[in-house]
């Protein structure tokens, strides 16, 4: 079984500051790993993805995400974060080859961006 | 495209009642997946449905229950409705084939009183 932690409930930072969203993950399988984000009263927008290659993996909108599978991580980060980044992040896994679309989510981090 | 849409957004039940909520997948897409949302509990998965059929489901009551159409639509129902059943219920596709991500839409938001 595979299991999500996001450390970070809420993170505060001033806007232009970098941050950086922690996950990690266990499983005893290789997984996919992605981000979500969610923004009041919506659902939750893909942000990006690992699926293989490459480990460092980036978004249009500035942030990205590296892959470290000896410790287990899939940390998000922006070097620059904007008022409009203030939104709830999720880290979510899902095991490959299972041949379904079960996503185990993390408890998700609060990211508030302050003027 | 038109992404994933779902129906009603808010709904507001009594306990011991039942409620069915439905959801759209994006054209094309054949794999449907639902999660319930609450500020405890987090993201949970509770089944995904796959050419009208279950291919996966979560630790939940028997309560839940789900189905798919032949055109993809799925609808989620819940019997003998608790407190606790109070969420965000958010419906997720996907094409079904070698891509992995899933595609959310906005979610029903499901009061219990």
């Known amino acids: 079984a595979q299991s999500v932690t996001q450390l970070d409930s809420q993170v505060p930072v001033f806007e232009e500051a970098p941050v950086e969203l922690r996950c990690n993950y266990s499983?005893?399988?290789?997984?996919?790993l992605f981000w979500y984000v969610q923004y009041p009263n919506q659902g939750l927008q893909l942000l990006l993805k690992?699926?293989?290659?490459?480990?460092l993996v980036e978004s249009i909108n500035g942030f990205e995400a590296e892959f470290n599978k000896s410790q287990t991580s899939f940390h998000l980060r922006k070097p620059s974060v904007h008022i409009s980044d203030t939104a709830e992040y999720f880290c979510a896994v899902s095991e490959v080859g299972s041949g379904t679309y079960k996503y185990i989510f993390g408890t998700g981090t609060r990211l508030k961006v302050l003027a | 495209k038109a992404g994933v849409t779902q129906t009603p957004r808010y709904l507001i039940k009594t306990r011991g009642q039942q409620v069915t909520l439905s959801c759209s997948p994006i054209s094309g897409h054949r794999s449907v997946s639902w999660y319930q949302q609450t500020p405890g509990q987090g993201l949970q998965f509770l089944f995904e449905?796959?050419?009208?059929?279950?291919?996966n489901k979560g630790n939940f009551p028997g309560r839940f229950s789900g189905r798919q159409f032949s055109n993809s639509r799925s609808e989620m129902n819940v019997s003998t409705l608790e407190l606790g059943d109070s969420a965000l219920y958010l419906c997720?596709?996907?094409?079904?084939?070698?891509?992995?991500?899933?595609?959310f839409g906005p979610g029903t938001r499901l009061t219990v009183t």
């Open positions: 449905y796959f050419s009208e059929t279950q291919r």
């Open positions: 690992y699926l293989s290659g490459s480990t």
């Open positions: 997720a596709s996907s094409p079904g084939d070698r891509e992995v991500e899933q595609y």
């Open positions: 499983s005893s399988v290789s997984v996919y």
